[in-house]
């Protein structure tokens, strides 16, 4: 293949879905990210290939399918069939679906796992030890938290049974430089996190290092819902080798069935949420160097969609439906709002309130209403029909300055998966154009005949302005911007390529009125409809009031003024956060107090994700004694505060210094 070529194949991959039930929104946002990236690509002229699909074997499924009365492939079948339609419900343009019972993925996984075996790679033994049913993931003890699974918190059952492994060593250094010396990780700030809980580097007193990473069990004989392995047909292939073969035998690796792992592979971006962010950080790697394979550009790492503090799920009765939603508000304003809200790396708070008002903000007041008020404008002074005439002015050099640098922004934004800035860069012009027709006051202009030419010039800007926005902004909401092309006259001018121009619709150009893109929602009324519908399927969209409420806690005794006197506050900025191992409430700070670096730990882990505290100033209590917890020594406490969600940090704004203090 030439290098032109090359150049132009992007692949991008969703996680498959684990179809233990029906999909929600947690679900929705990784399909949705991926497909606004894929578009992009294809409108930059990329040859794309996007894969999705469902990962469907494991003792989970073989157990919910026998609950049921049927077999473990009439199970997923079904759920399958629910996921396929919520993603055509959610316009998810995909190239690909793959399916793990897909007979030719069936017969590559077993080569690969064959080849792990020739090589020596994976050897026979017997594995005792914890195991967690619904992550389908095994835990030594040292491992677990509070004696429970440190991904899901739910229980882990004894098991012991003959099984194979797959030897972790051998790749452990090799992971360490992947993790922390290339960009392959996103965001980067989760290595750390990664590499002290996995790999546990040390250095004995000779300066040799070695790693903690233990063996992974890799086969299963207490159920058979699986992939056989073919020299020892009694086990069956452990889940995650299975699944994360997905990412090359869709592209025909070890099959016939297609012809593409050498365009499209290595993979640019596999994208997952954090719960999975392990095994496809350490162990997909380490597959592939066992196999000889090239490794993927990039893993993008996502929060949760959380609800009340929590994550999203089913068995807590908190999960939102994309169906309802989209019909009520349209799929593209759904889809703008989950990307809007969720940055690279950090979780996502949902609720009815805060994604009315994204609508109403950017998509009614924003966008919508720049739409619809320039077009109004233009037939009511002009019949519909600009004329040619120009007259600059005062104010446009700022507009179109905005205007030409935003696609370069947008692209830099794409290619580094941070979809929310994207965005957020896309309504600074929309937020521009808006004030534009306040500085201009073209109903002002419309009344002198002497300023037509002038009028002309400031609603063909306009236009322009929602051009180059709505082009960029097809690839995230690819439904209504070809309702905006329509409405300002841009038909074949709204091109990825023109959209870093300036000055490309015809001067002439006609438009074309049409109904309110995004009408506005009343947020109370909306709310209680809301959770009527979501009452009425036993599903609590919004918390109920009283759970809400929050009891003020009690006074404590008065102190005499001296006593608080004693009390030294101070600010600090988050220069690193981690969690503590083994520990589920701690967080690690890293803190430049303004003298040098201060470690303090705080029982908040439930609370954060610690890639939204680094970098932010927050308070703290210099002058307690330390204090050694889980063996590392604390000097202070970080100053908290209780909200009806839990506790929130206590942040000071950024023009105070490190080192300043709180009187």
């Known amino acids: 293949m030439c290098k032109e070529c090359e150049k132009k194949t992007f692949y991008i991959t969703t996680p498959i879905y684990y179809p233990s039930g029906n999909p929600h929104i947690g679900h929705t946002y990784t399909t949705v990210a991926c497909d606004s990236i894929a578009r992009y690509k294809r409108m930059q002229g990329y040859d794309v290939m996007f894969l999705t699909g469902t990962d469907e074997h494991g003792q989970k499924i073989e157990e919910k399918a026998k609950e049921?009365?049927?077999?473990?492939?009439?199970?997923?079948?079904?759920?399958?069939?629910?996921?396929?339609?919520?993603?055509?419900?959610?316009?998810?343009?995909?190239?690909?679906?793959?399916?793990?019972?897909?007979?030719?993925?069936?017969?590559?996984?077993?080569?690969?796992?064959?080849?792990?075996?020739?090589?020596?790679?994976?050897?026979?033994?017997?594995?005792?030890?914890?195991?967690?049913?619904?992550?389908?993931?095994?835990?030594?003890?040292?491992?677990?938290?509070?004696?429970?699974?440190?991904?899901?918190?739910?229980?882990?059952?004894?098991?012991?049974?003959?099984?194979?492994?797959?030897?972790?060593?051998?790749?452990?250094?090799?992971?360490?430089?992947?993790?922390?010396?290339?960009?392959?990780?996103?965001?980067?700030?989760?290595?750390?996190?990664?590499?002290?809980?996995?790999?546990?580097?040390?250095?004995?007193?000779?300066?040799n290092k070695t790693y903690g990473l233990e063996d992974l069990c890799v086969s299963r004989t207490s159920f058979t819902w699986g992939i056989p392995v073919t020299f020892d047909t009694k086990h069956v292939v452990y889940v995650w080798i299975d699944a994360l073969s997905n990412y090359i035998t869709a592209l025909g690796y070890g099959n016939g069935a297609h012809d593409d792992y050498g365009k499209y592979w290595p993979a640019d971006v596999h994208m997952v949420a954090k719960d999975i962010m392990r095994f496809h950080a350490i162990i997909w790697p380490a597959m592939l160097m066992g196999i000889e394979e090239p490794l993927p550009k990039h893993l993008?790492?996502?929060?949760?969609?959380?609800?009340?503090?929590?994550?999203?799920?089913?068995?807590?009765?908190?999960?939102?439906?994309?169906?309802?939603?989209g019909e009520r508000y349209g799929v593209d304003a759904i889809r703008y709002h989950i990307m809007r809200e969720m940055a690279l790396g950090a979780d996502s708070s949902f609720s009815n309130e805060i994604m009315i008002n994204r609508i109403n903000t950017d998509l009614a007041n924003g966008l919508g209403n720049l739409v619809s008020r320039t077009v109004a404008m233009i037939d009511k002074y002009f019949g519909g029909t600009l004329p040619t005439d120009r007259e600059e002015g005062e104010f446009d050099a700022d507009l179109i300055g905005i205007a030409t640098a935003l696609r370069a922004k947008v692209d830099n934004y794409v290619e580094n998966t941070q979809l929310n800035l994207a965005l957020e860069e896309i309504f600074k012009l929309v937020s521009r154009a808006n004030k534009y027709i306040d500085e201009t006051t073209p109903w002002i202009l419309g009344k002198d005949e002497t300023k037509r030419a002038r009028l002309a010039t400031v609603l063909y800007n306009l236009l322009e302005a929602i051009r180059v926005a709505s082009t960029l902004l097809s690839a995230f909401m690819p439904t209504t911007m070809p309702k905006v092309f329509e409405q300002i006259g841009a038909g074949d001018c709204a091109t990825y390529e023109n959209a870093g121009s300036f000055g490309v619709l015809p001067l002439d150009v006609t438009v074309h009125r049409g109904e309110a893109l995004f009408p506005r929602i009343d947020v109370d009324k909306e709310i209680d409809e809301l959770n009527?519908?979501?009452?009425?399927?036993?599903?609590?969209?919004?918390?109920?009031?009283?759970?809400n409420a929050f009891e003020l806690p009690e006074h404590k005794p008065e102190i005499a003024f001296d006593d608080f006197e004693k009390v030294e506050l101070r600010v600090a900025k988050v220069l690193a956060c981690e969690k503590v191992k083994k520990s589920k409430k701690l967080l690690k700070f890293t803190l430049d107090d303004g003298e040098g670096e201060r470690i303090i730990l705080s029982g908040i882990a439930e609370y954060y994700d610690p890639e939204e505290l680094v970098g932010k100033n927050i308070a703290y209590v210099a002058n307690l004694a330390p204090r050694k917890m889980m063996g590392i020594e604390s000097r202070g406490m970080i100053l908290s505060a209780e909200?009806?969600?839990?506790?929130?940090?206590?942040?000071?704004?950024?023009?105070?210094?490190?080192?300043?203090?709180?009187?």
């Open 300 to 325: 993008a790492v996502h929060g949760w969609i959380t609800f009340n503090g929590q994550k999203m799920s089913k068995s807590l009765g908190n999960v939102v439906d994309p169906f309802i939603l």
């Open 532 to 547: 009527a519908i979501y009452k009425n399927k036993e599903l609590a969209a919004e918390p109920a009031e009283e759970e």
């Open 68 to 207: 049921r009365g049927i077999t473990p492939k009439q199970y997923v079948d079904e759920i399958v069939e629910i996921f396929k339609k919520l993603w055509k419900y959610m316009n998810i343009d995909y190239d690909r679906y793959i399916r793990t019972t897909d007979d030719y993925h069936v017969e590559s996984v077993q080569k690969i796992f064959n080849t792990l075996y020739e090589k020596g790679y994976i050897y026979k033994g017997a594995y005792k030890g914890k195991y967690c049913t619904p992550c389908e993931s095994f835990w030594t003890e040292s491992q677990l938290v509070d004696g429970k699974c440190p991904e899901c918190g739910r229980e882990v059952i004894e098991a012991e049974e003959e099984a194979y492994f797959f030897k972790m060593a051998p790749f452990a250094e090799r992971i360490e430089k992947l993790l922390t010396e290339t960009d392959y990780l996103r965001p980067k700030t989760r290595a750390t996190e990664l590499v002290n809980n996995f790999l546990q580097p040390s250095v004995d007193e000779n300066g």
């Open 643 to 663: 909200s009806g969600e839990g506790l929130k940090v206590v942040t000071i704004d950024d023009s105070i210094l490190p080192g300043g203090s709180l009187v």
